[in-house]
């Protein structure tokens, strides 16, 4: 006996139910589990065990680093606020060169603060910058950040807060040539730069060292540059003091490799 179609019922349209083929969706699986498990995650971590209620911070003693962190306190330790906040800090406080948050779970945030480091002072007018080792203005000079050497910037270039004015090799030229005019036994009273970075000049009153023993009438200008040994110039000054110092009665001039100038 052969099988035949349903026959139509009074013309209808009608057609038996098919039976629905479930393997067809097994490839979804993974996705659904993926998905399952997802929730689960985000409904366990929004549990109150998982907020933060204690805020450690390392390395910093501001009350300001203290308070933004604290906005944190009820959210959850997995939030992604954490990693926003850290952001906003190190973009808007420029005294902060790094900052890491480390979550100790269940409910406990560890921070560690690292502050920038004074390398030198900029003075401009009656202003002074602190500048980092990398030559970038971070903060005006106060009790927090002491400096020892300070340049007066008598340029024209502009100078504020978040931008960088010298490079790391000028700054650590700055520094090298007062220490080793120190060293020497110069007493300096100021360092200023005109219109490059690249040639400085210091201002001596005095040199008390037994073998030189010199104290011009008035201070004396010495006139240095970045580009040529310290070393070599600091000795060609030396020398020029021993051979000419009652010569010597406004400026010395050693930026000329193997020659001085006074006057």
């Known amino acids: 006996m052969s099988l035949r179609r349903t026959p139509k019922v009074f013309q ?66 997995f939030s992604r606020l954490i990693s926003e906040t850290t952001t906003h800090l190190l973009t808007h406080d420029l005294t902060l060169q790094s900052l890491t ?47 020892s050497l300070v340049i007066e910037d008598r340029g024209t270039s502009p100078v504020e807060v978040g931008k960088v004015v010298a490079s790391n090799e000028a700054i650590t030229a700055y520094q090298s040539i007062s220490s080793a005019l120190q060293e020497k036994g110069f007493a300096l009273s100021t360092l200023f ?6 040639q400085i ?3 001596t009153s005095s040199n008390n060292q037994p073998e030189v023993n010199w104290t011009p009438k008035q201070p004396v200008t010495v006139l240095m540059v970045i580009n040529y040994p310290i070393n070599d110039q600091v000795a060609a000054l030396l020398q020029a003091v021993k051979d ?13 490799p193997g020659y001085v100038y006074v006057k």
């Open 12 to 77: 209808t349209n009608y057609r038996p139910p098919q039976k629905v083929d479930w393997s067809s969706y097994r490839p979804l699986r993974p996705l659904l589990v993926i998905l399952i498990f997802i929730v689960a995650l985000w409904l366990v971590a929004r549990l109150p065990i998982f907020s933060i209620s204690q805020i450690e911070v390392v390395g910093s003693s501001d009350p300001s680093v203290t308070e933004e962190l604290n906005v944190l306190k009820g959210r959850s330790i």
């Open 244 to 256: 000419k110092k009652d010569k010597i009665t406004s400026q010395v001039d050693v930026r000329v």
């Open 101 to 147: 948050c480390s979550r100790g779970l269940p409910h406990t945030l560890r921070c560690q603060v690292t502050l920038r480091s004074a390398a030198i002072g900029w003075k401009r007018g009656d202003t002074t910058y602190v500048l980092d080792q990398n030559g970038l203005v971070f903060a005006l000079q106060s009790d927090r950040f002491p400096v």
């Open 201 to 203: 000049s210091v201002v």
């Open 193 to 198: 730069i005109n219109d490059t970075l690249y």
